[in-house]
């Protein structure tokens, strides 16, 4: 982003909060699903260590579900591209397994594998499996024909040619997968922790459960925080590692 | 004919067949050609004559369906893994995340560093006119550098046989135009052997020791023509009465052979 922009969003973040602020605070009493900044800041403040706590388990689970769902994610677009009929026989099913909501998945896997991390991290893995299946199959196909027409003219051995065209060709889409699946990752370990006992997720039940209003939006917006935090820093990646590919495809 | 092992490139009775879905297209036939060493030699013929696919058999890029071809006294195959041959596609090909000088590079990277025999990619960008480019990104070059990086790279491993598709096909006319003067230029200052393809006869003519002229469905070799032009040729041979005549006899011959076929 532009030093320009970046003034602007922040100009129009305090504006928002401060409008918040004094709307929440004039019709507070009759509409307290909404506390103002001021409140929401205070729970934070006053829960900061269990929320750190929660938060700590949410981000260890959404980090090995985002490498674990990932490079399955990885592999099987790899095994996509070397065998094109497991792409026709498994692709559906891929699909398939995408459209089951998350939610439905979660207690499944809570029963299968009791209360813990392992269910929350599956259901980060899952939620990230299928963009990356998706973009990196069409990724490592984004070679142009010349460039590979260009390495068989060198004798280059197939290694070579994956090394040094086929996969700096697919980075922009494993990047592009990677920025849907770093908050993909964290909602998907929250949606986990729901039913459990710990996480973000079960902060944001408990918090509801017991009507505390202000500590269900500090978790909420910070949970939202992360996951844009998971987002912005892969299009940071982007930014250094893709320059490139701003400028148009292979020329 | 027999293929004879110093010709630079020899191609006997080739004929090349892609399988359709409900029938064949013969996309070359019958075709026979040698090339010098040390000959520059232009394919002309209209879109859809092979003469690309032609070009990309002697790379090895597509296996004929039949008949013979001789790179260097080798089978493309073995002189493609000899790396004997230079290729320049219509597209420049250069890879984007490298800059113009690792672009060069590229094939001395591919084959594990410069060897004996080897040029010195610097003096390549010296010899195509890309000196204070070495940096410069592919989206940061008009078409006509591009295309000059483009054969650099395809000179850096020293090839006996440099392939040219179409080279500068996407470039304007005036672009176009000095770029042949500069191909002629390199062309000369290597000693290769180069087999260019294109579609314009005008250029096939300036550039070319002989000109191949082909006609299309099937591909075959309908006439070729020797150009007895000077060397160095220039800007003033464009104007002089013998290239125009030239230019006159290849048209007719394309143009009568095209008759003939319709």
Known sequence: MRRRSVIETAVALVALVVVWEVVARLVGARFPVVPPPSEIAAATARSAYPIWLNLRLTLIEASIGLVAGSALGLLLAAAFVVWPRAEASLYNLVVTIHSIPLVAVAPILLIWFGVGITAPTIVAALACFFPMVVSATRGFRAASQSSLDLMRVLDAPSAQSFLRVRLPASLPFLIAALKIAAPAAVLGATVGEWLGTAGIGYLLFSSMANFQVALLWATMLIAASVAAIGYLAFAGVEHVLVDWHAHGSEA | ?262
């Open chain 2, 1 to 262: 004919m027999a293929p004879v092992t110093d010709r630079a490139i020899a191609v006997a009775n080739l004929t090349k067949t892609f399988a359709l879905r409900d029938r064949s297209l013969v996309a070359l036939s019958d075709i026979t050609l040698v090339v010098q060493p040390r000959e520059l030699v232009a394919l002309v013929g209209p879109s859809g004559c092979g003469k690309s696919t032609l070009l990309r058999i002697i790379a090895d890029l597509e296996t004929p369906t039949s008949g013979a071809v001789l790179v260097d006294g080798a089978t493309p195959e073995i002189a493609r893994r000899r790396r004997l041959l230079g290729f320049v596609f219509q597209d420049p090909v250069l890879l984007p995340w490298l800059d113009v000088l690792a672009n060069v590079r590229l094939p001395l990277e591919v084959t594990g560093g410069r060897h004996d025999g080897d040029a010195d990619p610097d003096d390549l960008l010296r010899l195509v006119g890309l000196v204070g480019f070495e940096h410069a990104r592919s989206w940061q070059l008009s078409g006509g550098m591009k295309q000059r990086a483009a054969i650099a790279r395809a000179l850096v491993l020293r090839p006996k046989v440099l392939l040219l598709d179409e080279p500068f096909g996407a470039l304007d006319e005036i672009t176009r135009q000095r770029m042949n003067l500069e191909l002629l230029r390199i062309w000369a200052d290597t000693d290769t052997t180069a087999l260019v393809v294109t579609h314009s006869i005008s250029e096939a003519v300036f550039l070319a020791d002989r000109v191949v002229v082909m006609s299309a469905r099937p591909g075959r070799i309908v006439a070729e023509e020797r150009v007895t032009l000077p060397r160095p040729r220039t800007i003033d041979t464009l104007a002089s009465p013998e290239f125009l005549s030239i230019v006159a006899t290849v048209t007719k011959r394309m143009y009568s052979a095209a008759d003939v076929a319709d």
